[in-house]
Structures are given as structure tokens and as C-alpha cells.
């Protein structure tokens, strides 16, 4: 659990995809699951806002999800303090609610979290979280599986241990 090593982050390396990639459906329908929350889309050919460079969206490896505070707060947790095992690369905390700040705070595979000082990705009132997968995770439904498995099935065994 949580961050092991630095692992390199691809951003838009791997190109332009078709669509929504298969273990990218698989993730995002397992987020949406167990955090009681709605997919605000995967696939977007387009720019990042506000930029002229490709979003990760047109590779069909990013996600965003909606939902209350509390349950945005707990999916980034979840994302990043399994991260290594899910193959997460990116997660964007547009509304400050993990890390204190006013433009909101990015955490990355490669680097750890960045809390912007100045108008990047925040965006006050959001009421969404936008992560990104690995290539390898983003083709890979049934590893998509097991690694939720995996987290789940230990998540189990320790609360079990609680009794």
C-alpha cells in the first residue's frame, strides 16, 4: 500500500487511442461501485482545458468521477495509497479536499503531490476527481480485476483481524 518506488509517468506517450480502453471501462465501473459515485467520462479526443497540449483523455486512460466531498475525499485516498497496485499515474484534487490550497493539487506516480500556488487545474466548488492509469492496466481488464481483488480481499483480512 502506498507509494514503493517512483514509477515514470506516461502522460500522452502512448498516443491517441480509439476510445475508452477496455481495463480504462473496467477501472472506472469499479471506482463508480465502491465509491457510490457516477463516471463523468473516460474517452475525449481534445486539448486540456485551457491548453494546447493533447489531455490524457484522448488516450483512453483518464477518468473523472463525480460525487459528495466525503466520498471524493475517499476515492483519492484510495488512489493514491494503492496506487503502485493499481497502476494509478495521476490523480487531480481540483477542489483542495486532500491538500490544502486554492488552485487545487495533483498527484503523480513520478513525483508525489504538487499543491498549485497559482489559477493550473483548481477549480473551486468542483465536485469531481480526474485520475489516469498505465497503458498496461488501461488494456488489461482481468489485472484491472485482480489488483482490485487483491486490495479488497487484504482490506477483508485486516478488518476480520479487528473482530
Not at 481495463?23 to 457516477?38: I, P, S, Y
Not at 488516450?59 to 488512489?79: H, M, P, Q, V, Y
Amino acid at each position: 500500500m502506498g507509494r514503493i518506488v517512483s514509477r515514470p509517468y506516461t502522460g500522452i506517450k502512448d498516443a491517441v487511442a480509439r476510445g475508452a480502453r477496455p481495463g480504462t471501462k473496467q477501472f472506472q465501473a469499479l471506482m463508480c461501485f465502491l465509491f457510490e459515485m457516477r463516471s463523468l467520462g473516460i474517452y475525449a479526443n481534445r486539448s486540456v482545458r485551457g491548453g494546447s497540449s493533447l489531455s490524457v483523455h484522448a488516450t483512453g486512460r483518464a477518468c473523472d468521477l463525480g460525487g459528495s466531498e466525503d466520498k471524493i475525499i475517499r476515492a483519492i485516498n484510495f488512489l493514491v495509497d494503492f496506487a503502485d497496485e493499481l497502476g494509478v499515474e495521476a490523480v487531480h484534487d481540483y477542489g483542495n479536499r486532500v491538500k490544502p490550497g486554492r488552485f487545487g493539487a495533483a498527484w503523480r506516480c513520478n513525483r508525489g503531490w504538487k499543491v498549485y500556488t497559482a489559477p493550473t487545474i483548481g477549480s473551486p466548488g468542483a465536485r469531481w476527481v480526474h485520475y489516469e492509469i498505465s497503458p498496461t492496466m488501461a488494456d488489461d481488464p482481468d489485472a484491472v480485476d485482480a489488483a482490485f481483488t487483491d486490495i479488497l480481499n487484504r482490506i477483508v483480512k485486516a478488518l476480520e483481524g479487528l473482530k
